[in-house]
């Protein structure tokens, strides 16, 4: 260990098998552990014998448990953060004590590890030059769907729902990208009932209500790439998709045309697509 540094130890997303011998013995060297929920995390810190001195960093304490962490490190001791799950800081609290970290001139040493975001990638088959990770999706509907208008791109999009709105938001992506976009739906990955589907977003609501567990558990869904587009024909939907706000659809598709050179008929059928 190099003393005064802030170890970021990705840790297992279910099969405590996965915690890998580096982030266990930078967890037995550390000082000081830093736990999203030291509750959550005493199973894995039980299971290597590994003394808890654990403080708990989550969202609501971030700042402040930040500072005096700083003041840990900056006295030469070492630190370590974990989050319940997975790799730290990546839908989870610890990018503000990293940040504060790095301009504070500790040196911040990274323990990759499990992240159930590429545990999916990888198990999806999409090509894998470039993926966007997206995150939890706004929870209310609206948001959602509005979120989706972002999302529509030539790479693969990854994205953490929750299981109680995983239906809802799976039927906003087939509204969104069509019934033959397909999703690779990655479920309790690591577990005893881990299940990983390709499928058309049309078949994604059938094949979750053919079982009822199917529904339960943590989920990644993996979005198949979209077709590439041309710079003038994204510049095209975007003017539609403002015409659209104000005007019916063959009115927008008349301006749209004219704006942006595209064919009326396409951006009509663009137009019909949006307002079902
Ligand atoms: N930092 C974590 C990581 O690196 O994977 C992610 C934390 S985020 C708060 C938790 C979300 O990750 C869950 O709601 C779920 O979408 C996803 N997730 C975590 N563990 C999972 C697993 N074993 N299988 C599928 N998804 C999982």
Known sequence: MIPGSLYVVATPIGNLGD???????????????ACEDTRTSRTLLARHAIPARTVALHEHNERATATKLLRVMHAGRNVALISDAGTPALSDPGALLVEQAHRAGIRVIPIPGPSAAVAAFSASGFPAERFLFAGFLPAGRSARRKALEGLELPWPVILYEAPHRVLETLADLAERFGAAREVVIARELTKKFEDVARLPLGEARDWLLADPHRQQGEFVLVLAPGEPRS???????????????????????????RITGIPRSVLYRRALERAK
Not at 19 to 33: F, N, T
Not at 231 to 257: C, F, G, Y
């Open 231 to 257: 710079a003038q024909t994204l510049e095209a939907e975007r003017v539609l998709e403002a015409l659209l706000e104000a005007l019916a659809p063959s009115e927008a598709a008349r301006l749209a045309a």
């Open 19 to 33: 915690a890998s011998p580096r982030a266990i013995e930078a967890l037995r060297a550390a000082d000081l552990i």
